[in-house]
């Protein structure tokens, strides 16, 4: 059992607050934590610390900060198994999973280390004689993070290490059904970091609606749902605080055509079942052209009933169950909609229960086929193991269809023809793009989407320089003139 309440300066507070408790999506009845909610005069406290926290961490030199934080990333490392356990208890997916998300993390946050110690500022000509112009970069100052329960190292880490490495105090309040993860993260913090510059408060949407609109917040970073991310942008407004949202996603994949089905399809499944499609990353639209659409399908299904079913503390499992019963309500329910309006499930397309673990909320890998572009199954967020087939005519309807939704975060083209792999460049309304590639995204490129998939900087690699830090322009002249 997990037991945790709030960091604050340094030191757990272990008994204020009401608790909640967190249970093991593959057998429900087996509580795994007990947390204790954050209570509003400490959140206030916690922002407090931050900023005295802060300005020390700041005044490090940037190779002594990047020294400080390689190390905290060490100190995670060395817990890779416990946090691995706690991922898979909380959130349930697959063991092997929960380690290749922490292996991700890590990768990520080393290359966010050395930005403390790489070139953010920069001389510019000046228009006036003796003078130096120069653009600086600080410090932004106290960092809110809100995360969401798919990726439980991921999404903190991605917040945790650029808000540290540039010389930021952050406090992350995690989700409330996996905050475990990010618990153990901070106590490896605690082991290396000075007090007060990373803390972690709890609870659910009332807590992070504080915490976001608490006075001397500087910046917002969210990663989750569209219509919590606009209630967050609301309330980041009462401060004028900067913002970076990571919002959902409708990602699709267009087959046009390609020299290796079997590789296309392997990435495609990859990212359509991984974390049990729990992903804002997730493929979850095959657009495919009409003359490839029957291997396609048929090589889609084969894949979906080859995933094997159970608990993420399963060693044969590769996909585990959903999150919760929540999720898996929302997930039967777009599939039921679907087949209602016309769509048929090829394979898949209904919960079940595998033999260890029957009260498990599992749903069956499913493929949707027939599926048109104005259905629900077609545009909205479904964020579970389910894909949809839609066949086009020419790439003109094929652009068409990609683009025709909400989100644009993420996106793949598979083909061999170079005018249509420029059209995909210059015209898919995606913050990513890949082409004959899968969506899996490099630990140090830019990352994030446009449309409703996302505002602000982007996370990952160089550009969350502009939003961990301000900019400055200074003027330097030579005295006297
Ligand atoms: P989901 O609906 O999938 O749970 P959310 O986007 O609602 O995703 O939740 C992601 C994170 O945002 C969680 O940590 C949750 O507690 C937090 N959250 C939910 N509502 C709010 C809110 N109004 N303000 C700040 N944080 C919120």
Redesign the pocket.
């Known amino acids: 059992m997990y037991e945790y309440g709030s960091l604050i300066g340094g030191e757990w507070r272990d008994n204020a607050g009401t608790a909640f408790d967190t249970y093991n999506p593959a057998s429900p009845g087996e509580q795994v934590g007990r947390y204790r909610t954050t209570p509003g005069d400490a959140i206030n406290e916690a922002v407090t610390t931050a900023a005295r926290g802060q300005s020390a961490w700041a005044a490090h030199p940037p190779a002594e900060r990047a020294r400080l934080v390689n190390q905290f990333l060490d100190a995670v490392e060395r817990r890779t198994e416990a946090i691995a356990e706690a991922v898979t208890l909380e959130q349930g997916k697959p063991l092997a999973e929960s380690r290749g998300e922490i292996g991700k993390s890590l990768r990520e946050a080393r290359f966010m280390a050395g930005e403390a110690v790489r070139a953010h500022s920069h001389v510019v000509p000046a228009q006036k004689a003796d003078c130096r112009n120069m653009v600086l970069r600080r410090p932004r100052g106290v960092i809110a993070a ?5 990726f439980p190292v991921l999404t903190p880490m991605r917040k945790i290490a650029p808000a540290l490495s540039h010389g930021n105090a952050i406090i992350l ?5 996996t905050p475990a993860a990010a618990c153990l993260i901070a106590e490896a913090g605690r082991e290396v970091l000075p007090p007060g510059v990373l803390q972690i408060v709890q ?10 609109g608490a006075a001397g917040v500087q910046g917002v970073t ?8 606009k ?2 942008y609301a ?1 980041a407004a009462a401060n004028l605080a900067e913002l970076s949202l990571e ?1 959902g996603g409708k990602n699709a994949v267009v087959i046009n055509d390609t020299d290796d089905l079997d590789r296309c399809l392997d990435q495609v499944v990859g990212a359509a079942f991984q974390c049990a499609g729990q992903r804002c990353t997730a493929i979850s639209r095959v657009i495919v052209a009409r003359d490839m659409e029957r291997p396609v399908v048929d090589g889609l299904r084969r894949r979906a009933e080859a995933v094997v079913l159970g608990a993420g503390t399963d060693a044969d499992t590769t996909m585990g169950p959903l999150v919760d019963g929540r ?1 898996l309500e929302t997930v039967a329910g777009f599939v039921e909609r679907a087949v209602a309006e016309g769509a048929t499930a090829v394979t898949g397309g209904d919960r079940t229960s595998v033999a260890s673990h029957p009260q498990g909320h599992f749903y069956q890998p499913t493929i949707l086929t027939g599926v048109t572009p104005r259905m629900e199954a077609a545009r909205e967020e479904i ?1 579970g193991p389910v894909l949809t087939v839609t066949a086009y005519d020419s790439f003109d309807e094929a652009l068409e269809i990609l683009n025709g939704v909400e989100y644009g975060l993420t996106s793949s083209l598979f083909s061999n023809d170079s005018a249509l792999i420029q059209r995909f460049l210059d015209e898919s309304e995606n913050g990513m793009l890949h082409v004959n590639h899968g969506t899996i995204p490099d630990d140090h490129m830019p990352f994030g989407g446009i449309k409703s998939s996302g505002v602000g900087a982007y996370s990952v690699g160089p550009s969350a320089a502009q939003f961990y830090t301000t900019e400055h322009s200074a003027y330097v002249q030579h005295p006297g003139r």
């Not at 809100?146 to 798919?150: A, Q």
């Not at 309040?173 to 059904?177: A, I, T, Y």
């Not at 609870?203 to 976001?212: H, I, K, P, S």
């Open positions: 809100i995360t969401p329960w798919n309040k995690p989700s409330e059904l609870g659910a949407g009332d807590v992070g609606g504080t915490l976001v969210f990663t989750g749902s569209v219509a919590t991310g209630s967050i309330a919002l999720q964020f």
